[in-house]
């Protein structure tokens, strides 16, 4: 079983859930806090399935698909995991690892352009 496609299944059925909860669950927060909640699920969610489809882009197995993978998986979690912290909490300096994620799934997104198998 490829490690990118459990993974990635699992972080974008989370994305549905913190985004179900972002729509119903922050009402008595401020508005741009619930939108920084909101883009974070969808970052979450798209690059969650890019995570998934990994292997078959880039060949089960190879240099290209573990290297995206890896980048893809950090840049979730420091991504998308400070940035819901700011939503829930409403204080920006728990983003402060945001910048970090952001990053490395540029670098996932560079590696899947870049590397070969």
């Known amino acids: 079983m490829q490690w990118q496609r459990v993974i990635g299944g699992i972080s974008g059925a989370m994305s549905v859930g913190t985004g179900a909860y972002g729509a119903h669950g922050l009402k008595d927060k401020q508005e741009a806090y619930i939108k920084v909640f909101e883009t974070w699920s969808r970052y979450q969610l798209i690059h969650s399935a890019l995570l998934a ?43 402060k690892l945001a910048p970090l994620g952001g990053f490395s799934l540029m670098g996932g997104w560079l590696s899947l352009a870049l590397l070969r198998k």
Do not use: H, M
């Open 53 to 95: 489809v990994t292997p078959a882009v880039c060949g089960p197995g190879t240099r290209a698909s573990q290297i995206a993978g890896s980048l893809f998986v950090t840049g979730i979690v420091l991504f998308s995991g400070s940035c819901y912290a700011v939503g829930l909490k409403e204080d920006r300096s728990l983003g």
